[in-house]
């Protein structure tokens, strides 16, 4: 039983970091797990295959190939999961300038619209001022001139 110990122990990582990177694929920077997840499957199926070949274990309990197996898929687990942070970390700082740059687009763009707004709305009370009948009264001539020329 404890020959199986360290090999089991060695795949269960591989097939964590193998998870982990599926899961992160499917995340908005997927395309950055593209990579880890191909040499997580590497590490994963070299395990497996060296774990097992035609159905019985290969290698004794504890030796020197599956101790560096040991060490191998423990600093690869931890280095999945620090890209991980490190990623997440480095995308917030990118997100936040996106958010900025995207919140003053939209910010000119409102100002832009409301400027149309206004000038319509100036257009439209302009031309309600322009478009009501009056009555011109010039009091340039008196009206006794006026009654001479309509007599005529």
């Not at 990582?13 to 694929?25: D, G, K, P």
């Not at 997580?40 to 190939?65: D, H, K």
């Not at 560096?68 to 687990?77: C, K, M």
């Amino acid at each position: 039983m404890e020959q199986y110990i360290l090999p089991l122990f060695c795949l269960l990582l591989n097939f964590a970091a193998v998870a982990a990177c599926l899961r992160f694929l499917c995340a908005k920077e997927g395309f950055y797990w593209i990579f880890p997840l191909i040499l997580s499957l590497l590490f994963f199926f070299q395990n497996g295959s060296t774990m097992y070949a035609n159905g019985a274990l290969v290698a004794p309990a504890i030796n020197a190939g599956s101790a560096v197996n040991a060490l191998i898929a423990i600093f690869w687990y931890l280095v999945v999961i620090t890209f991980h942070y490190a990623l997440k970390k480095m995308l917030q700082q990118n997100d936040y300038q996106e958010r900025v740059r995207k919140d003053l687009e939209e910010s000119r763009f409102l100002l832009k619209s409301e400027g149309r707004i206004q000038r319509s709305e100036e257009k439209q009370r302009i031309a309600r001022a322009l478009g009501r009948s009056t009555k011109v009264v010039l009091d340039c001539y008196p009206a006794s001139w006026c009654d001479y020329f309509d007599q005529r």
